[in-house]
């Protein structure tokens, strides 16, 4: 392609070529350098609980069925037919033993393999290779119920691969009784770029007051006191191996930083007062101190989520300038129900297909995509110098640590890990080019 992609993203991951956000070459080898090779986020093990139960996804643009075989083992595979190619199961979810195709009735199992072929016997010379012809699967482990698939055999575990994302993740998805997600995902389509969404929650507060700055006049409550007046706000960035990353804005025994309105406010922060001290016990003071945080944060490559305002997303590339949104709600799965629909509320209200955030979003994202297709203007440069120089270590946080969070360094670190990943051969290189610091 004569591309060098060395030559996209500046070594600090200050600088980037637009065309990363806009070239087909460059996005058709993100689907096999990055979205082939990550760990991408599945579904939870909340929405497929019993044996037979199944979802289809995708895995970059590679159409998926995500399956609990009766053993309960979770199963992710390919979800097209080795025949001649057609869609084993079109449904979202459902419960089902086999996965019949539709235009021949070829028959794959809960794990993908190839089981039946009707009237094989009769019509073929010999016996089709079930090995060859069964589904090809992709490896799934899972971080506390939350399930994700690689297609990578020599990728590291999902555990190497969140690293001290892992850790904070935990914050919320190891507090007593876990989390969970609400699904089905609502879904939608907006022209954009992926990583400008991924980027835009991996870090961006500085957005929030500007953009969000109507909206979160209308919505009120303590996200004003956060966002509302376009001050800095006091809290971390944190920027995490492997190119995850996330901003953390605490509250304190007062004030709790969050989007919810009304009853399920009160519902929400009395929930997080009450949990403090088993937080506390369980996982210690620095993540007690963020537990009832407002956070925003991205991991590598396109999954993001916002504490909070509690919901959950993958950003599934759909071409270099369109993305399609899938979003549930992130819930404590010890909280009450009536506080699990508040929740579920919000996230409509605000990060739905017609959420008033989403919209202030969407707009500029698809701004910044669609510039683009100006010959001129894609061949200048963008800019994530923001707080450059400032990341440094802390005694109570893993990871490299930013204050305050009106910060790019996570971005930078986002981008260190796509422009590592795009250069490399193999997952071995990638991990030696991460370890000398890139
Ligand atoms: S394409 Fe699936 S059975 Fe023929
Ligand atoms: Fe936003």
Redesign the pocket.
């Known amino acids: 392609m004569g591309i060098n992609t060395n030559d996209l993203v500046r070594e600090d991951g200050g600088v980037q070529d637009r065309r990363i956000y806009w070239d087909e070459d460059i996005y058709q080898m993100e689907l096999e350098k990055i979205f082939a090779r990550s760990w991408l986020f599945l579904t939870h093990d909340s929405l497929i609980p019993n044996p037979g139960d199944f979802t289809t996804t995708y895995m970059g643009q590679d159409r998926v069925v995500v399956s609990r075989g009766q053993d309960g083992k979770v199963s992710a595979f390919i979800n097209s ?1 080795s ?4 869609m084993v199961c079109r449904a979202d979810s459902g419960n089902a033993k086999n996965f019949v ?1 539709s ?4 028959t794959f199992g809960g794990d993908g393999g190839l089981t039946n072929i009707p009237l094989e016997d009769e019509i073929y010379s010999k016996p089709v290779d079930r090995k060859i012809f069964s589904l090809r699967q992709a490896r799934v482990e899972s971080h506390r119920g939350f399930l994700f698939g690689n297609f990578d055999e020599n990728a590291p575990s999902l555990k190497d691969y969140l690293g001290d994302m892992a850790w904070y993740f935990d914050t919320f998805m190891d507090a007593p009784g876990g989390s969970e997600l609400l699904g089905p995902p609502m879904k939608m389509r907006i022209k954009s770029n992926w990583k400008f969404f991924v980027e835009n929650f991996i870090g961006d507060f500085y957005h929030a007051g500007w953009t969000h700055a109507a909206a979160v006049k209308v919505i009120g409550g303590p996200l004003t006191a956060v966002l509302g007046n376009q001050a800095v706000p006091e809290g971390f960035q944190f920027a995490a191996h492997n190119g995850h990353g996330f901003n953390a804005a605490p509250g304190n025994d007062e004030v709790f930083p969050h989007i919810h309105q009304g009853e399920t406010a009160r519902m929400y922060e009395e929930w997080l007062r009450s949990r403090k001290p088993a937080i506390t016990e369980r996982l210690g003071e620095a993540r007690a101190r963020i537990y009832n945080a407002i956070w925003d944060g991205s991991m590598f490559p396109n999954t993001s989520f916002l504490r909070g305002i509690d919901t959950w997303k993958v950003w599934q590339p759909r071409g270099p300038h369109e993305v399609e949104v899938w979003t549930w709600t992130l819930v404590e799965k010890d909280m009450p129900d009536e506080l699990k629909e508040g929740i579920r509320h919000t996230n409509e209200k605000t990060f739905g297909p017609a959420g008033i955030l989403e919209g202030d979003d969407g707009e500029n994202m698809e701004g910044n995509t669609g510039v683009n297709e100006g010959f001129v203007t894609r061949q200048q440069v963008l800019n994530t110098e923001m707080g450059l120089g400032s990341e440094t270590t802390n005694d109570d946080y893993p990871s490299l640590v930013s204050e305050p969070p009106d910060n790019e360094a996570a971005h930078r670190n986002f981008l260190r890990m796509w422009r590592a990943m795009m250069a490399a051969k193999d997952w071995d290189e990638v991990m030696a080019s991460r370890s000398k610091g890139a």
């Open positions: 037919c025949h001649r190619g057609n195709c235009y021949h009735g070829w």
